[in-house]
């Protein structure tokens, strides 16, 4: 490496030591709060910094939204929380034009903003809302602004939307439509805590102080090192590894995996490998890589494809997870692109 | 190339060596399987079809075969840099690192910020790489089956050549080898009879030599190309031979006038042969018959005058003959003895005349010898690859061997010895002594009659000394019904009938019965 090279890749080094030890801050402060479920608080401090939306799915009384709850105290970010409910109107989350009369009786609109447009927003149990409510979330979960009576007003960065959702198979809810699955970069399954777990739960929230978490990181930070992510090179037979794996997952394909053929009506979108390369990038700074490789995709697979597959009906009929589907992609995917030497 | 391009090229290169050696290895093991279970698949339907396997002569090619694809598998099994890294990264452990480096140094604009980190990363990672650990050149399960199936092929090259299953067309094929083993052991018997009552030093030279590949053909095991290189070889040896003998004979024979034209000897080698050889038995008959007037002439007082006289009437009738040089040359010289008075310098002479002319039979005799033998030789070998091409392998092998040579059927134009296989035949009736070149699967027509009067001659008998006592014994007759209903036969065949009675010299009471049993049947034929 040439002098003339070396500061820049030094400075590189220090940026991304520093984004590793932020990563870990914050990781170490939902661990505060939070008992057990590693691997979803990292997956939800991986979209964090990611810049993508997480979808959590679980029974109620999980701990969901004291996560999202101790993340926001963590981040130096304005929270919002949106409690979903079979009435609430696009207008209750988006915002609305309010005519409000001034001190010299003159009235006017003024825009009342949602609370979409806080930083950390919370939608909760968000398929108890109709569909049509659900869709307000659209546009601005993915252009990071909401346009109201034809005017487009952007959202502050860094904005993080984090719902919860109860299993559709409990009463009074409704499936979130595809396009707005699609707009997660994850969706993360809340399992219910294992014994130790329940006893670390009771002494920690019914002790005299239950544990807060410390703000850790600002929003001009967090906007840093989502833009340092960005710029972890990608090689390209990593690339292809993330494409076949997307495209692994399709039925059309003619070597597509087998349970895809069997089991799927529409695979991952696009939206799904650039999920997976978003995540990889964040999750090799986070383990002090300054690439992504093939591991980071086999880790990040399934929680970033799972809710971009929809299975056909016999996929549905035998009780087929998209999870089952994606490992069987990635065993696809690994015998596709294994380095071969000739003979 | 950048400074950590160079450096991560020469890191990497170890590896990419020997990942080349051992997918080269990979390959010269599966060339190798797939050589060894073509040749042992080759050798079992030796054991069934007759088919020749010749593992000696294809064992060069094959290993030059392998030699080539070796090196030039080293060549194109050679990964490039960006898989030798990948593989590197995997065996080690290295989450992409290797190849993530490999791409970026290869791209065209120069990385900087995190790719340098991540290439620096990767220098330092590949600086602690062990090649022998991340690519050991190793003994693959391939070529462990590979040497199996080698050891498996020796095995069968050892212990199994030449078996066949019997009833198989490959079993026919080893009896016919093993009949023409034992042809090959008379004809090479007769040989050494012939050489030796005749004095052949060629034949008896050559008897050993053809007994011997007979017997090896006799053994238990022999495979078709064996039996066929053994065989022509035979015919090989045999033909060198006859063509040392022959040179010698022409040689003698340079000086002998030709025989003239219109004698009626075709002018083919074979025809060359045979008059050579009447010439000299001619020659040997004129001079036996006047050395023995000369011996008659001493003991009975032969005048010098008669004696020269003689000797110059051989000498014109050796002349006529066109005997070989050296025996005329003898003659004249005892002529001129005689005349000279000089009857015992004259007998020396007409004995040396006549030890050439003997020493000449000789050859002509072992070159004759020979010659049948190679023919022998040679047609157990047709026989030997008509068994193997399966044509009429049933009918050879109930066929004898060809234990005696083909006789000619007595005609105006017998075959001449010494004839070559090149020479047709000579046409005539039942003249033909060799195999035909046709292809058609039809016989031709048969063979004309010759036309030789049939005497009939039988042995009477005499009646017997005792008595002769006739029994007739008459059984039970049945009235039963005909199996077949009687009924008139075919005008054609009713025509044929009459014909037949009419010509044959048949009994007139014998035709009465005849015309009276077909009238029964429905009519007068």
Not at chain 1, 50 to 70: C, D, F, M, N, Y
Not at chain 2, 120 to 139: F, G, K, M, N, Q
Not at chain 2, 498 to 524: C, E, I, M, N, W
Request: net charge positive; aromatic share 4%; with cysteine.
């Amino acid at each position: 490496m040439s002098n003339a090279d070396r500061p820049a890749a030094d400075l590189a080094a220090h940026t991304a030591d520093e984004f590793r030890r932020t990563f870990g801050l914050v990781r170490g402060e939902l661990s505060r709060v939070i008992v057990g479920h590693q691997e979803l608080l990292d997956l939800v401090v991986t979209a964090l910094f990611a810049g993508g939306h997480v979808l959590l799915e679980g029974v109620p009384g999980l701990g969901k939204t004291l996560l999202v709850r101790t993340l926001a105290q963590a981040l130096d970010l304005r929270f919002a929380r949106i409690q979903f409910t079979p009435d609430l109107m696009p207008a209750d989350i988006l915002g609305t034009n309010l005519v409000v009369q001034d001190d010299a009786g003159r009235r006017r609109f003024e825009f009342q903003p949602g609370p979409i447009f806080g930083q950390i927003v919370l939608a909760d149990e968000i398929n108890r809302a109709t569909p049509k409510t659900q869709s307000a979330l659209l546009e601005a979960m993915q252009e990071h602004a909401v346009s109201i009576a034809g005017e487009s007003r952007p959202i502050e960065e860094p904005f993080f939307v984090l719902a919860t959702q109860n299993p559709i198979e409990m009463e009074g809810t409704y499936p979130l439509p595809e396009a707005q699955l699609d707009r997660f970069l994850f969706k993360l399954r809340v399992a219910f805590p294992a014994l130790d777990e329940l006893r670390e739960i009771a002494d920690r929230t019914t002790g005299p102080e239950p544990a807060a978490a410390r703000r850790v990181v600002d929003g001009a930070t967090l906007r840093r090192f989502q833009a340092f992510a960005r710029e972890v090179p990608v090689a390209a037979h990593v690339q292809e590894y993330a494409a076949r794996l997307v495209l692994a997952t399709h039925p059309e394909p003619a070597e597509t995996a087998e349970s895809a053929r069997r089991f799927v009506r529409y695979g991952a979108s696009p939206r799904g490998l650039q999920a997976l390369i978003r995540a990889g990038k964040v999750r090799a700074l986070a383990q002090g890589r300054a690439h992504v490789a093939t591991d980071d995709l086999r880790a990040l697979a399934v929680p970033s494809l799972r809710h971009r597959i929809l299975l056909n009906f016999e996929g549905e009929a035998q009780g087929i997870e998209p999870e089952r589907v994606i490992e069987d992609a990635l065993r696809h995917t690994e015998a596709q692109t294994a380095p071969a030497v000739n003979a | 190339m950048t400074e950590e391009a160079r450096e991560l090229h020469r890191l990497l290169r170890p590896i990419v060596r020997r990942l080349a050696i051992a997918a080269a290895g990979r390959f010269a093991a599966r060339a190798i399987i797939a050589a060894a279970a073509g040749l042992l698949v080759w050798a079992a339907v030796t054991a069934v079809v007759p088919v020749p396997f010749p593992l000696a002569r294809l064992l060069p090619w094959i290993a030059a075969a392998l030699v080539i694809g070796a090196v030039v598998a080293t060549r194109w099994c050679r990964p490039s840099l960006l898989v030798a890294a990948r593989v590197a990264d995997r065996r080690a452990g290295l989450a992409d690192r290797l190849g993530t480096a490999v791409d970026l140094l290869g791209r065209a604009d120069r990385p900087a910020g995190l790719a340098q980190l991540q290439i620096r990363d990767a220098l330092s990672a590949a600086t602690a790489l062990e090649p022998r650990a991340v690519a050991p050149i190793r003994v693959s399960k391939d070529a462990w089956l590979a040497l199996a199936l080698c050891l498996l092929l020796a095995g069968w090259v050892r212990f199994g050549a030449g078996l066949a299953v019997p009833g198989t067309p490959a079993g026919r094929m080893i009896a016919t080898i093993h009949r023409e083993g034992r042809a090959l052991v008379d004809v090479g018997r007769r040989l050494d009879d012939t050489g030796r009552a005749g004095r052949l030093p060629e034949a008896l030279r050559a008897a050993p030599a053809v007994q011997e590949a007979g017997r090896r053909l006799e053994a238990p095991r022999v495979g078709w190309d064996d039996a066929m290189g053994q065989v022509r070889d035979v015919v090989r040896q045999l033909q060198a031979a006859q063509d040392s003998v022959r040179r010698r004979i022409d040689q003698a024979m340079a000086g002998g006038r030709p025989t003239r034209p219109g004698t009626g000897t075709p002018d083919t080698p074979a025809g060359r042969r045979a008059d050579q050889a009447q010439r000299v038995d001619a020659a040997r008959l004129a001079l036996e018959d006047l050395a023995g007037a000369l011996r008659e002439g001493t003991g009975t007082g032969l005048s010098a005058e008669e004696l020269a006289r003689r000797l110059r009437a051989l000498s014109d009738s050796l002349d006529q003959l066109g005997a070989p040089s050296g025996v005329r040359a003898s003659v004249d010289r005892a002529r001129r003895a005689a005349e000279n008075g000089q009857r015992g310098a004259s007998s020396a002479a007409l004995g040396d005349a006549l030890q050439d002319l003997q020493g000449l039979e000789r050859m002509l005799g072992d070159e004759q010898a020979l010659g049948d033998a190679r023919r022998q030789a040679q047609r157990s070998a047709e026989r030997i690859a008509q068994a193997a091409r399966g044509g009429g392998t049933a009918q050879s092998a109930q066929q004898p061997g060809p234990d005696t040579p083909s006789q000619a059927a007595s005609g105006s134009n017998p075959i001449t010895p010494g004839s070559d296989d090149t020479t047709p035949p000579p046409p005539g009736p039942n003249q033909g002594s060799l195999a035909g070149r046709g292809t058609g699967g039809n016989l031709g027509a048969p063979t004309p009659r010759l036309g030789g009067t049939r005497t009939q001659g039988r042995l009477q008998g005499l009646p017997g000394p005792g008595s002769t006592h006739v029994r007739e014994i008459v059984g039970p007759g049945r009235a039963a019904p005909a199996q077949h209903p009687a009924g008139r036969p075919p005008a054609d065949v009713a025509h044929e009938i009459d014909h037949a009675l009419s010509q044959d010299p048949l009994p007139p009471a014998y035709v009465t019965l005849v015309r009276r049993y077909f009238d029964t049947l429905g009519g007068t034929p």
